[in-house]
């Protein structure tokens, strides 16, 4: 059985000479997110996101803070990056029981990322 392949969709429109962009969302329903242009995009699809999409997809970190030590970086700023990729669905965060605590684990939501610009 193959399995299916989860996408998201980022198109950038140019408009009066400026780029704009909308972030489709394939969770439930579709959600569209409005970037203002490529550096808000920039931020999205950054080499340290990349670093942390890679590290979710090779390594299959138990938490965040696992997480963080593979990459050598900062607990704070990988949850900073960890909650943004999740608010646009890169990822999904779930939650685990462990003894009296709870942790919640990093897993890919897509396999896939499409960029199209209009002009």
Do not use: C
Not at 58 to 74: C, E, F
Not at 93 to 112: F, H, Q
């Amino acid at each position: 059985m193959a399995q299916k392949t989860k996408t998201r969709t980022i198109t950038i429109t140019e408009e009066s000479g400026t780029f704009y962009s909308l972030f489709k969302r394939f969770r439930g329903e579709k959600e569209e997110f409005d970037f203002q242009g490529i550096a808000s995009l920039r931020t999205i699809i950054s080499n340290e996101k990349a670093r942390i999409l890679h590290t979710i997809k090779s390594k299959n970190p138990q938490s965040i803070y696992s997480l963080a030590k593979i990459l050598g970086r900062d607990f704070k700023s990988v949850n900073q990056d960890i909650k943004l990729l999740e608010k646009f669905g890169f990822i999904d965060l779930v939650a685990e029981k462990t003894g009296n605590r709870e942790r919640l684990k990093p897993k890919l939501a897509v396999d896939s990322i499409n960029i199209i610009i209009n002009l």
